[in-house]
């Protein structure tokens, strides 16, 4: 299912609201202003609760990210790039928008082919030539 960037950002926009962010301090480069400003985010988003979302959608959804999505049915995405927080909270809508779009793709189901004449003649000359070539490392006498 081909979505336009228009119904995504709908979609993305309606799930923002739907989800909270919290803001924590980060790790990692910041100096001094690494212990004072808490510039790392995290959102979460109930996926379960979710009222703009088909249940087929999310089925595919925690299928595909089932690592990042908690017991109580909450998908938590962080980020801390960058040291500041408007920065981070604008790569961590990117994430989902990625996510969102990613499991709206509904895989193409695979059509079941049969192997071709010659294919069969390859695998069953190429078994006989392994089982000859077995035969001839046996001992003369068995």
């Given at each position: 299912m081909n979505i336009s960037q228009e119904a995504l950002q709908q979609l993305v926009?309606?799930?923002k609201?739907?989800?909270?962010?919290?803001?924590?301090?980060?790790?990692g480069s910041g100096g001094q202003n690494v212990n004072k400003v808490s510039s790392k985010v995290e959102l979460?988003?109930?996926i379960e609760q979710s009222v703009f979302v088909s249940p087929a959608f999310?089925?595919?959804f925690r299928q595909l990210y089932q690592n990042q999505i908690n017991q109580l049915g909450e998908l938590i995405l962080t980020?801390?790039?960058s040291r500041n927080q408007s920065d981070n909270v604008s790569e961590v809508f990117k994430k989902l928008t990625k996510m969102i779009k990613a499991a709206m793709m509904v895989?193409?189901?695979?059509v079941l082919t049969k192997p071709t004449y010659s294919?069969?003649?390859?695998r069953l000359t190429e078994k006989n030539k392994q089982g000859e070539k077995k035969l001839l490392r046996r001992k003369p006498n068995q």
């Open positions: 926009s309606l799930i609201s739907d989800s909270s962010l919290s803001f924590v301090r980060s790790s979460r988003w109930p999310k089925n595919r980020c801390q790039v895989p193409k189901p695979r294919a069969k003649r390859k």
